[in-house]
């Protein structure tokens, strides 16, 4: 017996050699019904994401509860004007600090 023997028969791979051959060819009107039946069709791209991420210079964490209303708007100026949170986060205060030192008509 040589070598070559002894480690084909004690190689925790021998039992790969049973698998040889193509597999087997799946009924594809069995496929598309367990598609439909399960509700999987065409695969659904989810929409692609803004990537809000660039070197700002900005280090410290803020983090708040709001509303989703509030959120959903929040990210809407944000997309609408390219800004990262950060950025839209210091527009929104020095828009609000400019109306509240402008002369009120009340």
């Known amino acids: 017996m040589s070598s ?12 790969l050699s049973e698998f040889r051959g193509a597999a087997p060819t799946p009924d594809l009107a069995v496929v598309a ?9 065409a695969p659904v791209k989810p929409p692609a994401k803004l990537l809000r991420r660039r070197r700002t210079g900005r280090t410290a964490q803020f983090s708040i ?5 509030t959120i959903a708007r929040f990210v809407q ?4 004007h390219g ?7 210091e ?15 009340r």
Do not use: C
């Open 4 to 15: 070559d023997d002894r480690a084909d028969r004690e190689s925790p791979f021998n039992i």
């Open 33 to 41: 019904q367990v598609n439909e039946t399960f509700g999987f069709g």
């Open 65 to 69: 509860k709001a509303k989703a209303e």
């Open 77 to 80: 100026i944000a997309d609408e």
């Open 83 to 89: 800004w990262v949170f950060g950025e839209t986060l």
């Open 91 to 105: 527009h929104l205060v020095e828009t609000f600090d400019k109306a509240k030192a402008a002369p009120s008509d």
